[in-house]
């Protein structure tokens, strides 16, 4: 019963190079979501996928980009890493409401550190 | 703009002293008022959803209740296994996802 899975879990990155966060669910969700977390700003939403082939915007989504693989999968993009994309990375998935409710449930993160 | 004001930033109680945690919010169209426990390297853990005014919820420790301002978050008797940063969220009317408060970071010493 995993849950959500993010990988990698730790990564430093020079200025300009790209990489992609990975996030897997094994909950049947339809709905995920990437936020990111930085010292006294609190989580902020940077893209969600509604639903499998669906991608919305956040509140911050200049930088990175998106994709929903499948079902199970959504990923995070970041093509030209800049040191204000240093922060923690969340995933998080949520059932479709019809199906219950037992909130948004979170992978353990990845911490990005741009130099 | 969905808005969520959590306070205190943070607090320092002994062993077995209650207290409230606050969240404040304003959200056109409340679709579920959230409160995650976050320890810290962790990602946030869901605890409670309130979806109207009046609503309660309760587990062990921890009672969450809701008004149409703000959300407490009551702590009774706690212990150091307590000790967290509690975040309250909103979803609203707009975009799907949640918006986040800051935080309360919550220290309880044995």
């Known amino acids: 019963n995993a849950g959500v899975t993010q990988t990698p879990k730790f990564q430093v990155l020079k200025t300009g190079q790209s990489m992609t966060l990975q996030c897997a669910q094994d909950m049947n969700h339809n709905s995920m979501y990437w936020y990111r977390q930085d010292p006294g700003m609190g989580l902020r939403l940077i893209y969600y996928?509604?639903?499998?082939?669906?991608?919305d915007k956040g509140e911050v989504p200049n930088g990175y980009n998106v994709s929903r693989l499948n079902k199970r999968e959504f990923s995070l993009r970041l093509e030209s890493a800049a040191p204000s994309q240093t922060s923690v990375y969340f995933c998080?998935?949520?059932?479709?409401?019809?199906?219950?409710?037992?909130?948004?449930?979170f992978g353990s993160g990845t911490r990005l550190t741009v130099v | 703009e969905d808005q969520v004001t959590q306070s205190p930033e943070a607090l320092r109680l002994q062993e077995g002293e209650s207290s409230s945690l606050n969240c404040s919010y304003t959200v056109s169209g409340l679709r579920g008022l959230f409160w995650y426990r976050q320890d810290p390297g962790k990602g946030p853990e869901f605890l409670f959803t309130l979806y109207s005014a009046g609503e309660e919820k309760e587990k062990e420790r921890l009672k969450a209740t809701l008004t149409k301002k703000e959300s407490f978050l009551h702590i009774t008797a706690p212990k150091p296994e307590d000790s967290a940063t509690y975040l309250c969220?909103?979803?609203?009317?707009?975009?799907?996802?949640?918006?986040f408060g800051k935080g309360t970071h919550l220290i309880i010493q044995p």
């Open positions: 969220a909103v979803r609203g009317g707009g975009a799907d996802g949640l918006t």
């Open positions: 996928s509604a639903s499998e082939g669906t991608t």
């Open positions: 998080a998935s949520k059932p479709d409401i019809r199906t219950g409710w037992g909130g948004y449930t």
